[in-house]
Antibody, heavy 115, light 108 residues
Framework: EVQLVESGGGLVHPGGSLTLSCAAS????????MTWVRQAPGKGLEWVSY??????YYADSVKGRFTISRDNAKNSLYLQMNSLRAEDTAVYYC??????????WGQGTLVTVSS | SYVLTQPPSVSVAPGKTASIFCGGD??????VHWYQQKPGQAPVLVLY???DRPSGIPERFSGSNSENTATLTISRVEAGDEADYYC???????????FGGGTKLTVL
């Protein structure tokens, strides 16, 4: 059974940092591209970042502040978030990607940026 | 930058057919993917590559894509289909993944 379990969310002050983790199981992790997608409260879906074996892409809203990475030996995906802003408040989903679509989603972790 | 436009809401009676549109410049040249999200739940892929259904998705869900509009069609709509639906593409010119704004499907 495919499982994606996010962790690391919480309350952080504006300008602060946070690292999200995603533990993957039930599939050959190293063979898949992975993505972070977020959803602000009451809003739509917003793509954040994508990683394949050798390529990383970022949304303009997070480029230069967020870094996506993966550890295939640990079946884990990460999102290092720096210089956080109020508008980064959202549920962050870890998503398995089949080429450029998203075939399996985690349940999400909430990040709240507030003073 | 590339933009996907969806109507905010669509209403349909049970047993009827719902059509949810996703507009974009020459979207017919791109592969469009669709997601269903029910309240409090993570999204679920319902169509990929314009019209292919993942395993477990009913045949009532179908799709098309031509020129400037992609369409998700739900036949014989059921109360359980009530959800938000999002279209999504990969824009190779910007190396960005994009979602439409989402359409809330209400089953009357």
């Amino acid at each position: 059974e495919v499982q994606l379990v996010e962790s690391g969310g919480g309350l952080v002050h504006p300008g602060g940092s946070l690292t999200l983790s995603c533990a993957a199981s039930g599939f050959p992790f190293s063979s898949y591209q992975m993505t972070w997608v977020r959803q602000a409260p009451g809003k739509g879906l917003e793509w954040v970042s994508y990683i394949s074996s050798g390529t990383r892409y970022y949304a303009d809203s997070v480029k230069g502040r967020f870094t996506i990475s993966r550890d295939n030996a640990k079946n884990s995906l990460y999102l290092q978030m720096n210089s956080l802003r109020a508008e980064d408040t959202a549920v962050y989903y870890c998503v398995r990607s089949e080429y450029f679509y998203f075939d399996f989603w985690g349940q999400g972790t909430l990040v709240t940026v507030s003073s | 930058s590339y933009v996907l436009t969806q109507p905010p809401s669509v209403s349909v009676a049970p047993g009827k057919t719902a059509s949810i549109f996703c507009g974009g410049d020459n979207i017919g040249r791109k592969s469009v993917h669709w997601y269903q999200q029910k309240p409090g739940q993570a999204p679920v892929l319902v169509l990929y590559d314009d019209s292919d259904r993942p395993s477990g998705i009913p045949e009532r869900f179908s799709g098309s894509n031509s020129e400037n509009t992609a369409t998700l069609t739900i036949s014989r709509v059921e109360a359980g289909d009530e959800a938000d639906y999002y279209c999504q593409v990969w824009d190779s010119s910007s190396d960005h993944l994009l979602f439409g704004g989402g359409t809330k499907l209400t089953v009357l």
